[in-house]
T-cell receptor, first 115, second 116 residues
Framework: GDSVTQMEGPVTLSEEAFLTINCTYT??????LFWYVQYPGEGLQLLLK???ADDKGSNKGFEATYRKETTSFHLEKGSVQVSDSAVYFC??????????????WGLGTSLAVNP | GAVVSQHPSRVICKSGTSVKIECRSL??????MFWYRQFPKQSLMLMAT?????????EQGVEKDKFLINHASLTLSTLTVTSAHPEDSSFYIC????????????FGPGTRLTVL
């Protein structure tokens, strides 16, 4: 079945450091890919998404490119801030898996950014 | 826009009692709502998918008689944990799929359930 594998955390960085959180997936069809973020004490919110191969999603300085050849959707940010401290979830939605609204989730990666 | 609320945010109950959690889409219509449990190591487990006006679809291993889901309108879904036990203590999160949307789910802030 479909699955998402995310790098384990926690990740601890200094402010202005470069961030990469790896995410790879397996899917039977042509999934849409998402990154969700959960800030402390808040609900999950969509950070960015990509719906087809080679699409790049971007938001708040974060980027992720849908790479079909490597089945990856790695999250990157060139210079992190303390306010980026949160838990990040990679997810996919496979339109051809019988339920085009069901999200398959990674385990989440906790990021702590120190000043 | 696209705000989802949950009530209550926190509930503590005695073992054997039932607890109802409400999930509302405040400014949009949600044809589909989802209920998740979030475990201490952060993983999200989908419990069930509910569509307005029809029976919920439960994931494998989730007891439908234990976790009753009612999606009575396009803006409200409820999860009732019946005869709660300490092992049901968890963080429950709902999300809503906006009608006409593109697979984007909007999440509620979650409900922390503690069963004594």
């Amino acid at each position: 079945g479909d699955s998402v594998t995310q790098m384990e955390g926690p990740v601890t960085l200094s402010e202005e450091a470069f961030l990469t959180i790896n995410c790879t997936y397996t899917a039977t069809g042509y999934p849409s890919l998402f990154w969700y973020v959960q800030y402390p004490g808040e609900g999950l919110q969509l950070l960015l998404k990509a719906t087809k191969a080679d699409d790049k999603g971007s938001n708040k300085g974060f980027e992720a490119t849908y790479r079909k050849e490597t089945t990856s959707f790695h999250l990157e940010k060139g210079s992190v801030q303390v306010s980026d401290s949160a838990v990040y979830f990679c997810a996919l939605s496979d339109r051809y898996a019988g339920n085009n609204r069901k999200l398959i989730w990674g385990l989440g990666t906790s990021l702590a950014v120190n000043p | 826009g696209a705000v989802v609320s949950q009530h209550p945010s926190r509930v503590i109950c005695k073992s054997g009692t039932s607890v109802k959690i409400e999930c509302r889409s405040l400014d949009f219509q949600a044809t589909t709502m989802f209920w998740y449990r979030q475990f201490p190591k952060q993983s999200l487990m989908l419990m069930a998918t509910s569509n307005e006006g029809s029976k919920a679809t439960y994931e494998q291993g989730v007891e439908k008689d234990k976790f009753l889901i009612n999606h009575a309108s396009l803006t409200l879904s409820t999860l009732t944990v019946t005869s709660a036990h300490p092992e049901d203590s968890s963080f429950y999160i709902c999300s809503a799929d906006r009608a006409g949307g593109h697979n984007e789910q909007f999440f509620g802030p979650g409900t922390r359930l503690t069963v004594l």
